[in-house]
């Protein structure tokens, strides 16, 4: 069983940056691949970012390149999503999600992670 908690959520007004953490638990951080996503109300759960167990491989969403970027520590047990040049269709709440397997590339959709967090809210203002 993996455990996942987010933090760095908050309000923040549109151009400014957040850093999201995941902290896992439960498993060999090492042995898992890591991914974000959000869900803003009313919409679909979308995928964001995610990054290989080593981070030699990450992948992002075409609207999110160069504005967002995902990293690991596996000293610490944490993935990060720094989001630069935020925008008010940014707000959403954002989940990490932990994928056991080993894949060629970072998996990009829900099925694939069988561990979520719990979600931090993000709400940027206009």
């Known amino acids: 069983q993996v455990q996942l908690v987010e933090s760095g959520g908050g309000l923040v007004q549109a151009g400014g940056s957040l850093r999201l953490s995941c902290l896992a638990s439960g498993r060999t951080f090492s042995t898992l691949a890591m991914g974000w996503f959000r869900q803003a109300p009313g919409k679909a759960r979308e995928f964001v970012a995610a990054?290989?167990?080593?981070?030699?491989?990450?992948v992002y969403t075409d609207s999110m390149k160069g504005r967002f970027t995902i990293s690991r520590d596996n000293t610490k047990n944490t993935v990060f999503l720094q989001m630069n040049s935020l925008k008010p269709e940014d707000t959403a709440v954002y989940y990490c999600?932990?994928?056991?397997?080993?894949?060629?590339?970072?998996?990009?959709?829900?099925?694939?992670?069988?561990?979520w967090g719990q979600g931090t809210q993000v709400t940027v203002s206009s």
């Open positions: 999600a932990a994928d056991l397997y080993r894949r060629p590339k970072p998996a990009l959709t829900n099925r694939e992670y069988l561990y």
């Open positions: 990054i290989s167990r080593n981070s030699d491989n990450t």
